[in-house]
């Protein structure tokens, strides 16, 4: 399956600073997404941007998309400590199938106080 | 509140006594999907479900069942655990019930399984 890959795996900044994850995937897609896992629980959806976007912000969030090199970005400005959590990407594949979202394995965000 | 809900949140069991964990959602969502999150290996599908009684296999269906008698129930069951199934289990649920067009899928807390 064309499961995304983010990087890097883990990520420790100061709170204040700004946060970028970047994710890689394989094959054509619809749509790219992003969540947030706390320890333990269940993910949270942030944002998705589709396959003819190329820049999308939520808030603090802002996402690129380059489908020409099949990659992703995530930044979160000005983190606070409750921005630690993993993060994921996910992707929507193209041209129908069966493979529904793919996830990858995550970013581990750690925010210093 | 709109919310995908599971059940139990945590099970402790031995090797060979069939369970189910229950997934409910109350958004009148079409498609739904479990899956099992392991260290290192991020969130894997197990089986999903685009409507009523149309189920089908994700990346790792195999040692699980499920069913999709109702919109808004899709347990997951295993006949025979193993512990090579102590894992955490998400259930998600999406508006859509197109596997190939997925947007946003809302989530459970999960449900913390280890087999003895």
């Known amino acids: 399956s064309q499961q995304g890959e983010e990087d890097p795996q883990a990520l420790s900044i100061q709170e204040g600073e700004n946060a970028t994850m970047n994710c890689s995937y394989k094959t054509s897609i619809n749509n790219l997404q992003w969540y947030r896992q706390n320890s333990g629980r269940g993910l949270v959806h942030l944002i998705l941007i589709r396959s003819n976007e190329r820049e999308k912000h939520s808030g603090r969030l802002r996402v690129t998309l380059d489908t020409s090199k099949k990659s992703s970005s995530l930044l979160i400005t000005a983190s606070r400590a409750a921005d630690t959590a993993s993060y994921f990407c996910a992707t929507g594949a193209s041209g129908g199938g069966a493979d529904g979202l793919t996830f990858g394995k995550g970013t581990h965000l750690i925010i210093q106080p | 509140e709109a919310q995908v809900t599971q059940n139990p949140r945590y099970l402790i069991t031995v090797t060979g006594k069939k369970l189910t964990v229950t997934c409910s959602q109350n958004?009148?969502?079409?498609?739904m999907s479990w899956y099992r999150q392991d260290p290192g290996l991020g969130l894997r599908q197990i089986y999903y479900?685009?409507?009523?009684?149309?189920?089908d296999k994700g990346d790792v269906p195999e040692g699980y069942k499920v069913s999709r008698k109702e919109k808004r129930n899709f347990p997951l069951i295993l006949e025979s655990p193993s512990p090579n199934q102590t894992s955490l289990y998400f259930c998600?649920?999406?508006?859509?019930?197109?596997?190939?067009?997925?947007?946003?899928?809302?989530f459970g807390p999960g449900t913390r399984l280890l087999v003895l």
């Open positions: 958004m009148n969502h079409e498609y």
């Open positions: 998600a649920s999406s508006p859509n019930g197109d596997p190939g067009h997925q947007e946003t899928q809302y």
């Open positions: 479900s685009m409507n009523v009684e149309v189920t």
